[in-house]
């Protein structure tokens, strides 16, 4: 969770890497008196204007675009901001801060330490140093163009997946396309423990929680990793989702200047700056 204000009143936020848009909630919309933007909407009578669907975990979501006119986050103040509002489900936040916003810093992501700190790359400095200690490991994050959320490619008992840093996801979980190529399914009989999850869509998703002998990233490798499997396809152009259940074993570093993730391993704290 991370604070910000919106036309100086007081917002909470889930940090999301798994959703493309940030979203406000509905209830949060209205404490807010946020409405359309009469520039950009045609039909625009005081009212938020439909013209978004969201879809993940459970199905999907209609929602409207409202506008801020100021948001702060830390020490960040932004004018005119468009934010997605939609039902999604939200535990204790008033919305999620996610890609459409993040993708423009590197993010400097410690769970352990329950912070988070952004750099953004200025005049001639296209790469921004990583402010982490070794050991370090570096992996390529996958082509923006295709999708601009943090993907990568994993390993995982010998098999390769394309997984996305969900910072969303309470767990680490698999989708059925993927568990085919494993010869598992949510249905069949067998010892694994039975699962309930939930996720932008309405509908509550079942699955299994299954030990795999290794997960490799880059040069690190994770032993007997807990993945649940999930009943549910997404429309996603990924295998699997890494959630915060994998985030909190390390320190990352999400580099969108450099399109790499970099992980300390074991996590320590970011060093003060100067």
Known sequence: MVEGKINDMPVKFELDTGAFTTVLSPSAVKRLKLYGDPDKSEHFRGQPDPRWTMEG??????????????????????RNFHFLTADVGLNGADGLLSTDFLK???????????????YRAIGS??????????????????????????????TLDGKSLTALIDTGARGTVMF???????GLRVDQPGTDEKTRMTGIGPRVVTGIRHVFGALTIGDLTIQHKSIEIADDDVPDNVDMLLGAD???????????????????????????LP
């Open 57 to 78: 975990i459970g199905g999907a979501r209609i929602g409207d675009e409202v506008l801020a006119h100021s948001f702060d986050l830390g020490k960040l103040h932004g």
């Open 246 to 272: 994998f985030q909190k074993l390390m320190h990352l570093w999400l580099s969108n200047s450099s399109r790499s993730l970099v992980i300390q391993f074991p996590p320590r704290p970011s060093p003060d």
């Open 176 to 182: 059925p396309r993927a568990a085919k190529r494993f």
């Open 125 to 154: 400095c296209s790469r921004p140093k990583v402010f982490l200690e070794p050991p370090l490991y570096i992996v390529a994050l996958l082509p923006i163009d295709e999708d601009p959320r943090p993907r990568v490619k994993v």
């Open 104 to 118: 423009e810093y590197d993010v400097d992501l410690d769970i352990a330490g329950h912070q988070i700190r952004l």
